[in-house]
DNA sequence: GTCACTTCCTTCGATTTCGAAGATAAGCCG
DNA sequence: CGGCTTATCTTCGAAATCGAAGGAAGTGAC
C-alpha cells in the first residue's frame, strides 16, 4: 500500500496549500498560487478525481457567494515519522495534512546501532499501520528525525557524538530498501524548527532554540528550513563567560552548552545533593519553587540569551522561538528575553519576539510530516 | 531617456541569465530556466526585437553544433548606482549586466542632509548620463548604497549614526521623484554582499564582512541578500574580551567595533605617535612591516575570528569573504581564518572557505547593479 | 422583497508553453 | 570524404494556462 503521490505540475503546489491549512477554497487557492481562477478549477477537478481532496460543505462569506470548502481527503495517504533520541524514540503516523493519527513513545537504545534501531522503528511503522490505518490508505513517505548532524547531500550521518555506530551509515540508503516512497532523515533541532513553523505561517524568519538535555537550534530563513552544508543551527558550542571553567564534549572549555545544557544543570544539582535523572526533574524542582533549581535555570536563561544576542543582531529574525523540555520551566524564556533586550541594539529588537514554541513536544514529528509532504509534493 | 524594462513573464528570467553571465546560449538558457527549447527560442526573439538582447556570432562547440552567442544589446539600458560614505560618494554608470561604463568618486558630506545630499547625486547621475551615455539609451534604474541602516519595508533611513537629519527620511520617496523607475535604497555592507555574490556563482550562503572605518556584514542565503526585519548582518556590537575597557558608541562596553574597527587602530597608533588620518593609512603601515601596526591588525582579525565562529557554527556559509578597506592588510585575513579554524567545529568548517573578497574596491556599486537588474525584472 | 454589490466558481476562446520530431551545424574517425 | 555522434535551434500539433465574461449564491440597504 506504498505509492507516491501522483500528483504532476501545478497540482503539486495546490494540494500543499490545502494540505497545510493555508487555502480552502478554490478563490484562496487562486490568490495564494498566483494561477488563474479557472486553471485552479481544471486542476482541482483532477485532484478530487484522483481521491486526494474532498469537498466539504461551504465556508463562511465574505461578502459574496460562499465558497466551497476544500480538504484533504481522509484516504489520500498518511506519512510515518520518528524522532530518535539516545534511550527512547517517539514515532507516530500522520495525515498529510500533518495531523496525527498515532503517537507514541517506545524504549529503544540508540547505541545497539543503525541497522537494530531503524528496523525497530519500520517494524513500529508496519504495526501502527496495521492499526490504526484502514486497508487501502497508502503510506506516503517516511521520515526520522536524528540527534546528531545530517549531511543533507548525502543523508548520512556525520561526526555524530553519543550515536557509536552510526557515523557516515546511510540512513536513507537503508529505510529506502523496505519503502520506495519519499526518505526524510534530519537533525531533530532542524524537524523541531520545521514543525514550529506551521504555527507561524505569517512569519519568514524564525530561530528555534531547543534547550533539553542538549542545546541545539533550527534556523526558517524565508520560511524554509536553512540547512548550510548540514551543521547550520549550532549554538551549543559558543564559549561564554564563567566563574569556573567546565570542559565541554567538543575538547573546549565553557562551551554554552557545557554550562547551560539540562544535563550540565543536572550534574550542579546532583553535587549539591539534589537527586535528578532527567530534564524534567529539573522543571519539576523550578516548578515546585526550590531556590537552587531556579536560579540554576535562570543562570541557564541569561547565558543561552547572551548567546542570542550575537545571532539576533547577525539573523534578525521575525521570531525567536523557545521549545525542548527545559522551556518548561518559565524563568528560562523569561531570563532569555531579558538578557536580548538588554543587550542587542533596539533595531534588532523592535518587534521582535521571543517566546515558548507554540508547537508542543510532538514538534519534530509534525515538522518531518511538514518536510515530508514537500518531498512528497515536489517529487523527491 | 527613463523608462522601465519592457520585459514580460518568463522573457524576464531569460534576461537575467544573459545579464548576470550565467548563459550565453539558448541551449543555456533553457538548461538553466527550466524552460522548453523551443519557448526559450519564442522569447528571445521577442527580447531581441525589443533591442534588449543581440546576436554576436558564435560560442565554442561542446561536441556538437555551435551555439549562437547572445548578449546584452548595448542600447538596453543603464543603471545609476551610488554609494555615499561620510565624506564622499563613489558613483558610476553600469550596464545592465552590471559592468561599469563609469565609476567616480566625490567629495560630498552626508551630515549636509538627505536632501542637498541625494540632489547632489541625481546631479552627479545627469551629467554623468550626459557625458558617457550615447543619447536614445535609457535609465533603466537608480540605487544608492547608505552607512546606516534602512528599512526594507520603507525603503527609509532607521536610527543612523552620524547621519543628521537623515533619521526616518523617505529616501526612494525623494529619488522616485526625480525618476519614474525601480529605486533601490540597501545598507551599503548588504550591498557589498549583494556585489560579493556575484562572485561566487556556484556558491549559495556567503558571509561577507567588511571591515574599514567600522565594521559591518552582509548576508547571503540562498542565492539572496538577507534583510532580516532591516538590520540583519550586524556583527560589530557583539561583546568581545580583552585587557582594557572601551565604551562603544552603542552604549555598552567591549564591542567587536570599539576594539577591532580601523577606526579604533587608528585611535591605538594616534596613541603611540604614529600619525594616521585613514584606515588607508593603517594598511600602509602594515604593508611597510610597522610591528606595531601589524600588531594591532592581526589582534583585530583575531577579534574578529572569534565572533565569525559563533556565525559560522550558527550559519555554516560556504564561504566567508572579507573586504573592506582594511582587508588590504593581509594578515586580517589570515588571522581571520586561524581563529575560526581553531574554535569551530569541525563539521563547520569543513569545505568553508575563508579569503579576501573576489568583487573589488567597486563592490558595492556592483551589488547595487545586480539588485536593481532584479528589481527591473521582476517589474519592481 | 427588490436592487445593488460582492465573492465564488465555471465556461470558452485566445495565448503561452510544452514536447516530439526534424532541420542545422558542428566534431570525430577511419 | 562520408558516415556517426553530439549539440543547437526551429517547426508544429497537443496540452496547459490565461483572462474576460457570465452564471451562481450570497450580503446589505432601502
Redesign the interface.
Same mark, same amino acid.
Given at each position: 500500500m506504498n505509492q507516491r503521490l501522483p500528483v504532476q505540475g501545478a497540482q503539486g503546489d495546490l494540494l500543499r496549500l490545502v494540505a497545510t491549512g493555508r487555502a480552502e477554497s478554490r478563490a484562496e487557492l487562486a490568490r495564494l498560487s498566483g494561477l488563474a481562477a479557472s486553471s485552479v478549477s481544471l486542476r482541482v477537478e483532477e485532484l478530487i478525481d484522483a481521491g486526494l481532496l474532498a469537498e466539504e460543505g461551504s465556508g463562511t462569506s465574505r461578502g459574496g457567494r460562499r465558497p466551497r470548502r476544500l480538504r484533504l481527503s481522509s484516504g489520500a495517504g498518511v506519512l510515518a515519522v520518528a524522532d530518535l533520541g539516545s534511550h527512547h524514540v517517539r514515532l507516530g503516523l500522520l495525515d498529510l495534512s500533518g495531523a496525527p493519527l498515532v503517537i507514541e513513545e517506545r524504549g529503544c537504545e540508540i547505541a545497539d546501532g543503525p541497522q537494530a534501531t531503524l528496523d525497530a522503528i519500520a517494524d513500529a511503522f508496519d504495526e501502527l499501520l496495521a492499526e490504526h490505518v484502514p486497508p487501502g490508505t497508502p503510506l506516503r513517505g517516511v521520515g526520522t528525525g536524528i540527534p546528531g548532524?545530517v549531511d543533507p547531500a548525502t543523508l548520512r550521518v556525520? @561526526?555524530p557524538s553519543r550515536m557509536p555506530g552510526w557515523n557516515d551509515f546511510p540512513v536513507a540508503g537503508h529505510l529506502a530498501n523496505r519503502y520506495d516512497l519519499p526518505i526524510l532523515v534530519e537533525n531533530d533541532a532542524n524537524l523541531m524548527a520545521a514543525g514550529e513553523a506551521r504555527w507561524w505561517p505569517e512569519r519568514e $524568519?524564525l530561530m528555534v532554540v531547543k534547550a533539553g538535555t542538549g542545546i541545539g537550534?533550527g534556523?526558517i =530563513? $524565508?520560511g524554509?528550513l536553512? *540547512?548550510? *552544508?548540514?551543521? &547550520?543551527?549550532?549554538?551549543s558550542? =559558543? *564559549?561564554v563567560l564563567s566563574d569556573s571553567s567546565i570542559l565541554c564534549a567538543?575538547g /573546549?572549555p565553557d562551551c554554552l552548552e557545557a554550562h547551560a545544557s539540562g544535563a550540565a544543570l543536572m550534574s550542579v544539582l546532583r553535587e549539591s545533593g539534589i537527586e535528578v535523572t532527567r530534564t524534567a526533574d529539573v522543571v519539576t524542582l523550578v516548578n515546585d519553587a526550590v531556590p537552587e533549581a531556579t536560579s540554576l535555570v535562570r543562570t541557564s536563561g541569561r547565558r543561552i540569551g547572551e =548567546?542570542l544576542? =550575537?545571532?539576533v @543582531?547577525?539573523? $534578525?529574525? !521575525?521570531v525567536v522561538a523557545v521549545g525542548g523540555s527545559l522551556s518548561a520551566a518559565e524563568p528560562l524564556v523569561t531570563s532569555i528575553r531579558a538578557a536580548v533586550w538588554e543587550?542587542c541594539?533596539? /533595531? &534588532?529588537t *523592535? !518587534?521582535?519576539e521571543i517566546v515558548p514554541a507554540r508547537a508542543g513536544r510532538d514538534a519534530a514529528l509534525l515538522g518531518a510530516g511538514a518536510l515530508l509532504l514537500d518531498a512528497a509534493l515536489t517529487g523527491r
Amino acid at each position: 500500500m506504498n505509492q507516491r503521490l501522483p500528483v504532476q505540475g501545478a497540482q503539486g503546489d495546490l494540494l500543499r496549500l490545502v494540505a497545510t491549512g493555508r487555502a480552502e477554497s478554490r478563490a484562496e487557492l487562486a490568490r495564494l498560487s498566483g494561477l488563474a481562477a479557472s486553471s485552479v478549477s481544471l486542476r482541482v477537478e483532477e485532484l478530487i478525481d484522483a481521491g486526494l481532496l474532498a469537498e466539504e460543505g461551504s465556508g463562511t462569506s465574505r461578502g459574496g457567494r460562499r465558497p466551497r470548502r476544500l480538504r484533504l481527503s481522509s484516504g489520500a495517504g498518511v506519512l510515518a515519522v520518528a524522532d530518535l533520541g539516545s534511550h527512547h524514540v517517539r514515532l507516530g503516523l500522520l495525515d498529510l495534512s500533518g495531523a496525527p493519527l498515532v503517537i507514541e513513545e517506545r524504549g529503544c537504545e540508540i547505541a545497539d546501532g543503525p541497522q537494530a534501531t531503524l528496523d525497530a522503528i519500520a517494524d513500529a511503522f508496519d504495526e501502527l499501520l496495521a492499526e490504526h490505518v484502514p486497508p487501502g490508505t497508502p503510506l506516503r513517505g517516511v521520515g526520522t528525525g536524528i540527534p546528531g548532524p545530517v549531511d543533507p547531500a548525502t543523508l548520512r550521518v556525520v @561526526n555524530p557524538s553519543r550515536m557509536p555506530g552510526w557515523n557516515d551509515f546511510p540512513v536513507a540508503g537503508h529505510l529506502a530498501n523496505r519503502y520506495d516512497l519519499p526518505i526524510l532523515v534530519e537533525n531533530d533541532a532542524n524537524l523541531m524548527a520545521a514543525g514550529e513553523a506551521r504555527w507561524w505561517p505569517e512569519r519568514e $524568519n524564525l530561530m528555534v532554540v531547543k534547550a533539553g538535555t542538549g542545546i541545539g537550534c533550527g534556523l526558517i =530563513v $524565508n520560511g524554509h528550513l536553512h *540547512r548550510g *552544508r548540514g551543521a &547550520a543551527g549550532d549554538i551549543s558550542h =559558543v *564559549r561564554v563567560l564563567s566563574d569556573s571553567s567546565i570542559l565541554c564534549a567538543c575538547g /573546549l572549555p565553557d562551551c554554552l552548552e557545557a554550562h547551560a545544557s539540562g544535563a550540565a544543570l543536572m550534574s550542579v544539582l546532583r553535587e549539591s545533593g539534589i537527586e535528578v535523572t532527567r530534564t524534567a526533574d529539573v522543571v519539576t524542582l523550578v516548578n515546585d519553587a526550590v531556590p537552587e533549581a531556579t536560579s540554576l535555570v535562570r543562570t541557564s536563561g541569561r547565558r543561552i540569551g547572551e =548567546v542570542l544576542t =550575537v545571532l539576533v @543582531n547577525f539573523f $534578525n529574525p !521575525d521570531v525567536v522561538a523557545v521549545g525542548g523540555s527545559l522551556s518548561a520551566a518559565e524563568p528560562l524564556v523569561t531570563s532569555i528575553r531579558a538578557a536580548v533586550w538588554e543587550l542587542c541594539l533596539p /533595531l &534588532a529588537t *523592535r !518587534d521582535l519576539e521571543i517566546v515558548p514554541a507554540r508547537a508542543g513536544r510532538d514538534a519534530a514529528l509534525l515538522g518531518a510530516g511538514a518536510l515530508l509532504l514537500d518531498a512528497a509534493l515536489t517529487g523527491r
